[in-house]
């Protein structure tokens, strides 16, 4: 890891450009995205073993572009994803064989090779069913094991970093990133996380959580860079990218679609027009890892890599500022808690087992408030929490978790997107520091 921040600190590292744009280039027929023994045609990821000469060839043209850093074929690797090809048993060989393509591509040019972590399809905070708005696509632990599945094996592939990218939804990311810390822990050694975000036009992510407010919730050590990919062109992300050099002290990656596409699909930004743009950006001070996303070329990322040459990276300025969030994120001096015991209407509503009218009963009082409190000690604990963060204004606030049991603050942790807060009751000093070490800002 000393190798890639001391790097980060000398100049901007160039990220490599679209997986799926470089594939459409060459010579795949339909036949090739079926795998033996499995009924349905796959994504480019089963690539990784039908066609592992294409995946390197697409490596090698990104490294001869002065790609610094090239992304594992595995954005769609993940059981969730793979479930709806009926893939789920190549979960281990695709990220394997994925890690082990880009690691023998990069070996010679001395690049750095960079787990990709998809989102999946379906997120943690998203209410599902209108009768009960606790239940989601996917439950906080089957999300987990997901992800530290794919983590699992691209670390055994021989990965330097981990990046987790093109989030939608802060509670997938939060939990990518404690799967990634089992991982670690398991292993006896970490990787440097990479974490990125695509935003709507408004600047926020599809589960409507700010952009300040997500790095809130990822702010922890092993994250080394923050920043934005995919969504729209350079020029309507710049607002965006400022916001998040205004309060990040992390590195700030952005690598950006090459506008949108047209009516057939084509991207509009030539490499020029986008090396131009994001060159400008970086004169600014703006940036430490540029590259590209949907519809760049191995043309994109060579034209970004020559106008970067001699640009200097954003100075690196570490901070100890801890913000908590729910949507919005929110500083901890004079924070006002909302507590949710004091309500009588909102107990009553709870042992009646009514948590949307709970909510109900004290939505308005929270509005004079920055965070909200839960005694989380009972078997309802999590559903309570996952009521609430589909409720946004509730989990607008940052949420704080009081009770003696360490893992299920952990497991309401998980319930919410967000960086929350634990008063912990109890007397175990070993349980307050797997607290920390789950992100939990402990007061």
Do not use: W
Not at 12 to 41: H, R, W
Not at 154 to 170: A, H, K, Q, R, V
Not at 213 to 239: H, R, T, W, Y
Not at 369 to 396: C, H, N, Q, W
């Amino acid at each position: 890891m000393t190798k890639l921040i001391d790097s980060l600190k000398e100049r901007i590292l160039i990220l490599d450009g679209g997986f799926g744009t470089a594939v459409l280039s060459k010579n795949i027929a339909e036949q090739d995205l079926f795998v033996p023994g499995y009924e349905l045609k796959g994504s480019n990821d089963v690539l990784n073993i039908t066609r592992p000469e294409i995946v390197k060839e697409i490596h090698t043209e990104f490294l001869q572009a002065r790609a610094d850093i090239i992304e594992t074929n595995t954005f769609n690797s993940n059981r969730v994803s793979l479930a709806d090809y009926k893939m789920e048993g190549l979960v281990r060989q695709l990220n394997l064989e994925g890690a082990r393509l880009a690691r023998e591509a990069a070996k010679e040019y001395g690049a750095y090779v960079a787990g990709s972590v998809g989102p999946t399809n379906k997120s943690a905070s998203f209410p599902v069913d209108f009768m009960d708005s606790s239940k989601r696509a996917i439950t906080p632990n089957e999300l987990l094991m997901t992800y530290e599945e794919q983590i699992d094996a691209l670390f055994d592939g021989g990965c330097d970093i981990i990046l987790i990218e093109t989030i939608f939804d802060g509670l997938n990311a939060k939990i990518a990133i404690e799967a990634a810390k089992n991982v670690f822990k398991i292993k006896g050694s970490s990787l440097p996380i990479m974490i990125s975000t695509t935003v709507n036009e408004g600047g926020r992510l599809l589960s409507g959580q700010t952009i300040e407010g997500l790095f809130a919730a990822i702010n922890q050590p092993e994250v080394i860079s923050f920043g934005l990919n995919c969504s729209f062109g350079c020029e309507k992300m710049e607002d965006f990218l400022r916001e998040i050099n205004a309060f990040s002290d992390k590195f700030v990656s952005f690598y950006p679609n090459a506008g949108l596409p047209d009516e057939q699909g084509n991207y509009k930004d030539s490499p020029k027009y986008m090396a131009d743009e994001i060159r400008k950006l970086a004169q600014d001070g703006l940036v430490n890892i540029a590259g590209g996303c949907c519809g760049t070329t191995k043309e994109h990322i060579k034209a970004i890599a020559d106008a970067l040459e001699d640009t200097a990276p954003r100075s690196f300025i570490k901070s100890d500022d801890v913000k908590a969030s729910g949507i919005f994120s929110v500083g901890l001096n004079d924070i006002k808690i909302f507590d949710t015991q004091a309500s009588d209407d909102y107990m009553d509503s709870v042992c009646d087992e009514d948590y949307d009218t709970a909510f109900d009963m004290i939505v308005d009082e929270l509005e004079d408030y920055d965070a909200v409190s839960f005694m989380v000690d009972g078997d309802d604990s999590e559903k309570i929490i996952l009521t609430a963060g589909a409720r946004p204004d509730v989990s607008a606030k940052a949420f704080v978790f009081v009770g003696n049991d360490a893992k299920k603050i952990i497991s309401c942790n998980r319930c919410v997107q967000g960086r929350c807060i634990a008063k912990y009751t109890g007397t175990d000093a070993d349980e307050v520091e797997l607290l920390k070490d789950k992100g939990l800002i402990i007061v």
